[in-house]
C-alpha cells in the first residue's frame, strides 16, 4: 500500500467515484465532486498525527464522502424536479457510503465527533437560511465557516485534543477557502464586500506563511498559496478598479 504521504488527490478521488458510482446519477450528471481543499488540509492533520496508511486512507475517503453528500444536499434548492430529487438521494448515497466506509475503521469515538460536526453543520445551514435575506458579512462568514469547517476541526480535536494550535490555522484557512468559492460562484461576493474579501484573504495568507515558518500544517502550505493567489490577484484588480482600496 502507497504510504499516506504519497497518496494524491486523484487516487482519492477515484477510489471516492468507485463508492459513488451510480448509472442513473451517471447518466444525468448528478454526481458528487471530491473536494481538493477539504483532502489536503485532512490529510495533512492525519501524517501530523502519524495515523497508519490504512487507517488514514480509510478516514480520508470517509470524511470526503460525509463532505460531499452534505454539499451536494446544499444544491437541492438550485434544481428542479428529477434533478432536485436525484440530488438529495445522491446525498443520502454518499452518506451512506461514509457509514460504511468509517465502520471498517471501527473507531466509535471519531464517528461520535463526525456525527456531532454535522449536527453543528445543519444547524448552521437552518440559520443561514432563516436570516439568508439579509445577513451582516461577519455573521454569514461564520456561518459558513461552520458549514465547510466543521468536519475538519472534529477531525484535527479527534486526533490532537490540545487542538488549540490546529483550530485557528483551520479556520483562517476555511475562511479563505470560502472566500474563493464566493468569488467563482459570483466573482463579486453577495453578503460581504470586496474589501471584507481581501481582508479575509489577506489574513488566510499571513497565517500560511506563519504555518511556513513553524511547520505546524507545512504540508498544505505550497498548495493553499496556489489555490488562492488567483483569487488574491482578482480582487486586487477589482477592488483597484472600483477605488476600495
Same mark, same amino acid.
Given at each position: 500500500?502507497?504510504?499516506l504521504?504519497?497518496?494524491?488527490?486523484?487516487?482519492?478521488?477515484q477510489?471516492?467515484?468507485?463508492?459513488?458510482y451510480?448509472?442513473q446519477l451517471?447518466?444525468?450528471n448528478v454526481?458528487?465532486h471530491?473536494?481538493?481543499?477539504?483532502? =489536503? /488540509?485532512?490529510?495533512?492533520i !492525519?501524517q501530523? @498525527?502519524?495515523?497508519?496508511?490504512?487507517?488514514g486512507i480509510d478516514v480520508l475517503? $470517509?470524511l470526503?464522502l460525509?463532505?460531499q453528500?452534505?454539499s451536494?444536499h446544499?444544491?437541492?434548492?438550485?434544481?428542479l424536479?428529477?434533478?432536485?430529487?436525484?440530488?438529495?438521494?445522491a446525498?443520502?448515497?454518499?452518506?451512506?457510503?461514509?457509514?460504511?466506509?468509517?465502520?471498517?475503521v471501527?473507531?466509535?469515538?471519531l464517528?461520535?465527533e463526525?456525527?456531532?460536526?454535522?449536527?453543528?453543520?445543519?444547524?448552521?445551514?437552518?440559520t443561514?437560511?432563516?436570516?439568508s435575506?439579509s445577513?451582516?458579512p461577519n455573521?454569514?462568514?461564520?456561518l459558513? =465557516? /461552520?458549514?465547510?469547517?466543521? !468536519?475538519l476541526? @472534529?477531525?484535527?480535536?479527534?486526533?490532537?485534543r490540545?487542538?488549540?494550535a490546529? $483550530?485557528?490555522?483551520?479556520?483562517?484557512?476555511?475562511?479563505?477557502?470560502i472566500?474563493?468559492?464566493?468569488?467563482?460562484?459570483?466573482?463579486?461576493?453577495k453578503y460581504?464586500?470586496l474589501?471584507?474579501?481581501?481582508d479575509?484573504?489577506?489574513?488566510?495568507?499571513?497565517?500560511?506563511l506563519h504555518?511556513q515558518a513553524?511547520a505546524?500544517?507545512?504540508?498544505?502550505?505550497?498548495f493553499?498559496m496556489?489555490?488562492?493567489?488567483?483569487t488574491?490577484?482578482?480582487?486586487e484588480?477589482q477592488?483597484?478598479a472600483?477605488?476600495n482600496?
Amino acid at each position: 500500500m502507497v504510504p499516506l504521504e504519497l497518496v494524491t488527490f486523484d487516487d482519492l478521488d477515484q477510489r471516492i467515484k468507485q463508492h459513488t458510482y451510480h448509472n442513473q446519477l451517471h447518466r444525468t450528471n448528478v454526481g458528487p465532486h471530491t473536494s481538493r481543499f477539504h483532502f =489536503e /488540509v485532512a490529510k495533512t492533520i !492525519l501524517q501530523t @498525527a502519524q495515523v497508519s496508511t490504512r487507517v488514514g486512507i480509510d478516514v480520508l475517503e $470517509a470524511l470526503l464522502l460525509l463532505q460531499q453528500g452534505l454539499s451536494l444536499h446544499d444544491r437541492v434548492e438550485d434544481e428542479l424536479g428529477l434533478r432536485r430529487q436525484l440530488h438529495v438521494l445522491a446525498g443520502d448515497y454518499c452518506s451512506g457510503q461514509y457509514y460504511r466506509v468509517l465502520a471498517g475503521v471501527a473507531n466509535e469515538e471519531l464517528l461520535m465527533e463526525l456525527c456531532q460536526a454535522v449536527m453543528k453543520v445543519n444547524e448552521a445551514k437552518m440559520t443561514l437560511y432563516k436570516v439568508s435575506a439579509s445577513p451582516s458579512p461577519n455573521g454569514y462568514m461564520d456561518l459558513l =465557516e /461552520v458549514i465547510e469547517g466543521e !468536519l475538519l476541526l @472534529a477531525l484535527a480535536h479527534h486526533y490532537f485534543r490540545d487542538s488549540s494550535a490546529w $483550530a485557528p490555522q483551520i479556520r483562517s484557512l476555511v475562511r479563505a477557502h470560502i472566500v474563493k468559492k464566493e468569488m467563482v460562484a459570483r466573482r463579486v461576493p453577495k453578503y460581504f464586500t470586496l474589501r471584507q474579501a481581501y481582508d479575509w484573504l489577506t489574513d488566510a495568507m499571513d497565517g500560511i506563511l506563519h504555518i511556513q515558518a513553524n511547520a505546524v500544517l507545512e504540508p498544505i502550505s505550497s498548495f493553499i498559496m496556489d489555490y488562492l493567489r488567483p483569487t488574491q490577484k482578482y480582487i486586487e484588480t477589482q477592488a483597484y478598479a472600483e477605488g476600495n482600496r
